[in-house]
């Protein structure tokens, strides 16, 4: 069964109950698989408050596709370039909080931020602010991203 193919299928499906206009793109990235969907029209309805739809059906896909396959499969779904516009957003926010951070010396506290975004935070920090370190604290929905001055 290829994987690409029956990814490309399963999101159709999944997209046809949602909006009647998209199109579809599949490439294995290095083991993770990029679902790029483009869509004209309603595309709010795909992407959601905060990306929250996106999220959904990215973890949709993730279970229809390990019951498919038997194992776990790497998606990260895009719709519209939506993924680089969050990450803009991400690092201009990252970058506020750092730069508050070293200049005042306490650490700085980021909430309501999923996984991914804690990791494009984590990473663009460890990258770009050498004398600062990020940490995430709490559970679930209470989970945030810490920034501090490394000691």
């Known amino acids: 069964m290829d994987k690409i193919s029956t990814i490309k299928t ?23 698989f990029q679902v790029i969907i483009k ?4 595309v709010s309805a795909v992407i ?9 059906i990215q973890k949709i896909l993730e279970v229809i ?16 370039d939506f993924r ?3 990450k803009e957003r991400l690092e201009t926010m990252a970058r506020e909080y750092a730069d508050q951070t070293k200049s005042t010396g306490t650490a700085g506290y ?5 996984s991914y ?7 663009f920090i460890t990258i770009n602010y050498p ?10 929905r209470e989970r945030q991203l810490v920034i501090e001055v490394k000691k």
């Open 10 to 32: 399963e999101t159709e499906e999944l997209l046809g109950k949602m909006i009647t206009k998209f199109e579809v793109e599949v490439a294995d990235d290095g083991g993770v």
């Open 117 to 123: 975004e804690r990791k494009l935070i984590h990473e």
């Open 110 to 114: 980021i909430r309501s931020l999923s």
């Open 48 to 56: 959601g408050r905060h990306g929250e739809t996106i999220r959904a």
């Open 39 to 42: 869509a004209e029209e309603e």
């Open 84 to 86: 680089e516009k969050q």
């Open 65 to 80: 596709l390990y019951k498919k396959f038997n194992e776990r499969v790497e998606i990260l779904v895009n719709v519209n």
């Open 131 to 140: 004398e600062l370190t990020t940490s995430s604290v709490g559970e679930g």
